[in-house]
């Protein structure tokens, strides 16, 4: 089933506000969510324990094929690292430790789904150095 353009946003505005709520009980702070600039959008941006995390959440219903993270690409890391260094430019930030994450929700029902947190998605990635 192809899905709108609404219904994706009300999807992925569903995902990021699950997403918001577990991070806040894992002792993030949520800073800004959906921050957009030329390059593009930032999800969520937090801090814990003095470092910086720019946050890009995946979401997918129960029935659609393949991992959230999947749709993460070369194109898409990029992105949110230019937004990110942009975002670190207007905020006058500078020896900050920075990380980037991934966050997959799968939901299954109104209140069932399944969270995954995936840390430092850009180090990791062999195609950003």
């Known amino acids: ?40 959008e930032i999800d969520i941006i937090a ?35 230019n937004s990110a260094s942009y975002f670190m430019h207007k905020q006058h930030l500078s020896n900050v430790n920075v990380r980037f994450d991934a966050i997959e929700v799968v939901v299954f029902g109104s209140h069932d789904y399944k969270i995954k947190h995936t840390q430092n998605i850009i180090t990791e990635n062999p195609n950003m150095r």
């Open 1 to 40: 089933i192809n899905m709108s353009k609404h219904e994706n946003k009300i999807k992925g505005n569903l995902g990021e506000n699950i997403a918001c709520e577990y991070l806040e009980k894992d002792g993030y702070r949520i800073i800004t969510r959906n921050f957009n600039c030329f390059y593009g």
């Open 47 to 81: 801090i814990k324990n003095s470092e910086l995390i720019f946050i890009e959440v995946k979401t997918r219903c129960q029935n659609e094929y393949g991992q959230p993270i999947e749709a993460i690409n070369f194109e898409k890391l990029k992105h949110l690292y």
